[in-house]
């Protein structure tokens, strides 16, 4: 059962709708229902589906396959992976899948590899917490040189902001930029898919800096 945003909904990250309603528009291919469209963010999307619009949480939830790849510090804007991490904060386990292209993608290959990581993921289960961020070269398979298991990597987009004025010579200002590869450890998710690797990265919700905790205490603070 498909539950997706009506249009674009790209960087949105975990936003949710609590100010206006949510709409759900169904689709059907002849009289079998396929799916609903929603007038929302990817994570509203997993909220209304499991808790409104289907008859029982999914056993899987598959987010994807994206326009373009989710790498790097790009999850933290990736309203693919927030849609896969809504569902495993709800406790279903979930799989976000991207497409290292936005020129000529072919999604092919992609949808093949998440039906793959799918079957697994349903084999085997994932821990509490986690998910599974896949990333897809847009090759054929045959030319895809395997699949890595990868870490978050550090590479991001360089921004800009244009500045133009609109026919009433105010001005407005359009983000832009372009994506620098600077991870060069080939155990992270960038440097996998840039060579033409599946990468498969766990991911988790939890936002906490182990490492600092104890450096933290030492700051004594008092009140």
């Given at each position: 059962m498909v539950v997706a945003p009506d249009a674009e909904r790209s960087a949105v990250g975990h936003a949710i709708t609590t100010l206006t309603p949510l709409r759900a528009k169904e689709f059907r291919l002849g009289r079998?229902?396929?799916?609903?469209?929603?007038?929302?963010?990817p994570a509203d999307c997993i909220k209304l589906g499991v808790s409104a619009l289907l008859e029982q949480p999914p056993d899987l939830v598959v987010s994807g396959v994206n326009l373009g790849p989710n790498t790097a510090t790009n999850i933290i804007y990736s309203g693919t992976v927030s849609a896969a991490t809504e569902a495993r904060i709800l406790g279903i386990p979930s799989i976000a899948v991207s497409l290292g292209e936005f020129v000529e993608p072919d999604f092919r290959p992609a949808a093949a590899v998440?039906?793959?990581?799918?079957?697994l993921v349903l084999t085997h289960g994932l821990p509490p917490r986690v998910l599974l961020n896949v990333n897809v070269p847009n090759l054929p398979l045959s030319k895809i040189k395997g699949v890595r298991y990868t870490r978050q990597g550090d590479s991001g987009f360089?921004?800009?902001?244009?500045?133009?004025?609109?026919?009433?010579?105010q001005p407005y200002f359009w983000l832009a930029g372009t994506y620098q590869m600077t991870d060069e450890d080939e155990d992270t998710d960038a440097w996998a898919l840039a060579h033409d690797y599946v990468s498969i990265t766990p991911i988790t919700y939890d936002l906490t800096?182990?490492?600092?905790?104890?450096?933290?205490?030492?700051?004594?603070?008092?009140?």
């Open positions: 079998d229902l396929i799916g609903y469209a929603v007038n929302g963010t998440a039906r793959r990581v799918a079957k360089v921004e800009d902001f244009a500045r133009r004025e609109d026919p009433r010579h800096a182990y490492h600092f905790v104890d450096e933290l205490r030492g700051w004594r603070l008092t009140l």
